[in-house]
């Protein structure tokens, strides 16, 4: 008898725990993309055995370099802006590290919008640094003006457009003009705009970068970012780096990012529309000295943000009267019933967060500035819940 046909004795209850013969049915479909969890990936054969994170090389080889449920959010993500592929990373700022780890090199130089995003400027001053990395930077609406800036040893331009707190609106076509003359690439920010309210690749960056924690979240309950390109070296560079310093994500996060781009049309419409009002009756108050919004005139950028934007979002900044103490302002934030005190954007819940004491180069706002992010509230209640304690400022 051959050895193949030899009767195979029965499995333990405990061995069978592991190799259960039990399966549910096939054939179930569902409008909801399931949430495959998994660390190690099962081989057809010890001839398919191989560790590799390129998903067109060999599509499933471990959990860190993505499961079908990450690999779908990737894949809309791209889809959604236009990109060729795109990295989910844990978080925005893990996918700004992922752009600087993969880009930069020992002894680069690297030029930064002054405007930009906090934790993006401690890592560039406090970890680019220990590679002898040099992080410049420069006055956010230089345009193209950037050209004297350039080195033999810059390796990357960022951009982040509006910018963080600030709300500069950058002219990003004449800077990437300006770097692609010089044969550098442009990193964009592009989180402000969701993916859909300004066109990166269109307009010259060669890497996207979302936090998908804020609009494509949309809930406030999860952390993820995005890195999207369409250069090929750029992508073998990403992958190597995302590989290395594994940067896996949660499935779970990704199937709760995947249910937030099924209602991102909606929300921006809404958030587009109530921010606007907001916005607009707070520049109309007499405490108020500027609103920064970048669908406002007046604004830093606006025409530019005019010709190159198709909307706008939920986060804009005030400056406040520079003869009110910040512990009147103080007062003013604590005493908001709608608006919850915490960092991010892009949920449900409207928001508030003094900026006192931004880390600029180039100060461009009054002290007195305090960022407002709106939710889905309903914008007469947050409007009334701001004149109500706006009523109660001194003089």
């Known amino acids: ?37 998994g660390s190690t990936t099962v081989f057809a054969s010890a001839a398919h055995v191989h560790d590799h994170w390129d998903r067109r090389e060999t599509p499933y080889t471990y959990g ?35 752009v600087d780890l993969a880009v930069l090199k020992a002894g680069g130089h690297v030029l930064i919008p002054d405007c930009i995003y906090g934790p993006h400027r401690e890592f560039s001053d406090r970890w680019l640094s220990r590679w002898n990395i ?16 350039l080195r033999p040893q810059t390796q990357l331009v960022w951009c982040e457009s509006p910018g963080s707190v600030t709300m500069e609106v950058q002219d990003v076509p004449a800077i990437a003009a300006a770097a692609h003359a ?40 999860l952390l993820l970012g995005s890195v999207t390109v369409r250069d090929e070296a750029l992508y073998r560079a990403l992958g190597d780096a995302q590989q290395l310093f594994g940067m896996g994500v949660s499935p779970d996060d990704c199937s709760l990012a995947l249910r937030g781009l099924q209602t991102l049309g909606v929300r921006l419409d809404h958030l587009q529309r109530s921010t606007l009002e907001v916005a607009q009756w707070l520049q109309a108050q007499p405490r108020v000295a500027r609103v920064r919004h970048p669908a406002l005139p007046g604004s830093p950028g606006h025409e530019i943000w005019k010709r190159d934007f198709t909307g706008s979002a939920s986060v804009f900044s005030v400056e406040f009267d520079a003869a009110l103490a910040q512990d009147d302002l103080v007062a003013f934030i604590d005493r908001l019933r709608l608006f919850k005190i915490g960092y991010s954007w892009g949920g449900t819940t409207s928001l508030v967060v003094p ?31 701001l004149r109500a304690s706006l009523a109660r400022l001194p003089g």
């Open 1 to 37: 008898m051959p050895p193949e046909s030899l009767p195979t004795p029965p499995l333990d209850w405990r061995t069978k725990l592991a190799h259960p013969d039990a399966a549910a049915p096939p054939g179930f479909r569902s409008l909801v993309t399931p949430v495959y969890r």
């Open 64 to 98: 860190l370099y993505g499961t079908p449920t990450t690999l779908e959010l990737a894949a809309r993500i791209a889809e959604l802006e236009g990109g060729g592929l795109t990295f989910i990373a844990p978080g925005g700022q893990a996918a700004i590290a992922l």
């Open 134 to 149: 040099r992080a410049e930077y420069y006055d956010p609406m230089i345009g193209a003006g950037i050209a004297a800036l």
């Open 182 to 221: 010089a044969g550098v690439p442009v990193a964009l920010d592009n989180t402000y705009a969701a993916g859909v309210f300004f066109d990166a690749f269109g307009h010259g960056a060669d890497i996207a970068v979302q936090a998908l924690t804020k609009y494509i979240g949309g809930h406030s309950d």
């Open 355 to 385: 900026q006192f004491s931004l880390h600029r180069d180039l100060p461009r706002a009054g002290r007195n500035l305090v960022r407002f992010n709106i939710g889905l509230e309903r914008s007469d209640d947050l409007i009334e819940d």
